[in-house]
């Protein structure tokens, strides 16, 4: 295959949909800082007519959170940590028994 034919996907969320709230459970991508703004702005868009809430969790101190406050999104307090697990003996491992903390801070946009 042509390599300038090849298409990828820079972003994506991951959401999670009840009757009333949108939660962005992840995002992830290669070119994600450079993403963020559209993405978030696509989705607020998308479900903005048929959902009160669209909530994220991001870690403290994300580089991230400049395009959640862009796009009108309010910072709440701090709302869950992480627990992590990985394999004995392996690199990961090594770095969790540091413990490191990942502190996650609620924000949304809504009614």
């Known amino acids: 295959m042509d ?9 994506f969320a991951v959401l ?6 949108v939660t962005i459970v992840d ?3 290669t070119e994600l800082h450079e993403a963020a703004f559209s993405l978030v702005a696509a989705i607020v868009e998308g479900f903005q007519k048929s959902h009160q809430t669209v909530e994220v969790f991001l870690s ?7 395009h959640f406050l862009r796009m009108r999104f309010r910072l709440r307090s701090e709302a869950a940590q992480v ?6 003996q392996s ?3 090594e770095f969790l028994e540091k413990s490191p903390i990942w502190s996650f801070h609620q924000a949304e946009i809504g009614a």
């Open 83 to 88: 627990v992590a697990y990985a394999k004995p």
């Open 27 to 29: 995002l992830f991508g």
């Open 16 to 21: 999670r949909l009840t009757n009333e709230m």
């Open 3 to 11: 390599r300038s034919a090849q298409r990828r996907v820079d972003a």
């Open 91 to 93: 690199a990961v491992a």
């Open 60 to 66: 403290n101190g994300s580089e991230l959170v400049v």
